[in-house]
């Protein structure tokens, strides 16, 4: 199976571990959220910061959350500065790739000594999603 958006994912993350190798660990996460914003400026990538979207049950408004980015409309990142990534980030950003129905998001850690990166697969995709 070839990994859907493989190449810009691995854009995304080479974005990430650029801003880490200058910044290394230690800030809070919004100094990496700012970084990375301009990282990503400067590779060319479009995206959102602090992308609002609607969350829904059973075709009901149920309000909102912002995701950290939404990039080339496809692809959610969701950024942490903890020092390891546990089980409940990735479940949080696995429900945001199903409620938002997205193919892919990333989840990424600046708080660790070595970046921290997970890909989260949405294995529910409806064919239509609404942003």
């Known amino acids: 199976m ?4 493989k190449e810009l994912t691995h854009k995304i993350i080479g974005a990430a571990m650029e801003v ?3 910044l290394g660990n230690g800030f809070q996460e919004v100094v ?41 409309d496809e692809i959610m990142v969701e950024i942490k500065a903890i020092i390891n990534l546990e089980d409940v980030h990735l479940a949080q950003a696995m429900n945001y790739v199903e409620a938002y129905n997205l193919n892919i998001g990333l989840l990424i ?13 949405n294995n529910n995709r409806k064919s239509i999603r609404k942003l």
């Open 2 to 5: 070839i990994m859907e958006h």
């Open 20 to 22: 880490h190798k200058h």
């Open 32 to 72: 990496y959220q700012r970084a990375l914003a301009i990282e990503m400026t400067m590779q060319g990538l479009i995206y959102s910061r602090e992308h609002e979207m609607p969350l829904q049950y059973k075709g009901h408004d149920v309000g909102t959350r912002r995701v950290d980015f939404l990039v080339e």
């Open 109 to 121: 850690n600046f708080g660790a000594k070595s970046l921290q990166f997970k890909r989260v697969h």
